[in-house]
């Protein structure tokens, strides 16, 4: 399984991205091992797609940061993505590294 996910930090920036484990790179990001997004969190999924397939879920984070802060972007944030499912990845973050 792949997912593309949205993050988004206290001070509103986003970050896009693609993995195979949501939790561990969720993880990954609040623990300040991407530099991308180093120093910049918390960071808290506000949205994800799951695939099959990684070519699939590649294509679609291409597609989501090609409109990154333009109408299509927020029409997708505001849609939200699967709250129950983020809310429970972050309670295991919590849980792993607090």
Not at 2 to 19: A, P, Q, R, S
Not at 48 to 60: V, Y
Not at 68 to 96: D, M, W
Request: charged letters at 35%; a positive charge; aromatic letters at 14%.
């Amino acid at each position: 399984m792949y997912f593309v996910y949205v993050l988004k930090n206290k001070e509103g920036k986003h970050y896009i991205g693609c993995t195979n484990d949501l939790n561990e790179r969720l993880c990954d990001h609040n623990s300040n091992k991407n530099r991308s997004t180093k120093n910049k969190g918390p960071w808290h999924t506000i949205y994800f797609e799951k695939f099959n397939k990684k070519e699939k879920a590649f294509i679609r984070e291409k597609q989501i940061k090609s409109y990154k802060g333009g109408e299509a972007f927020k029409k997708l944030i505001r849609r939200g993505g699967r709250v129950v499912e983020c809310a429970r990845l972050e309670s295991v973050y919590i849980a792993r590294y607090r």
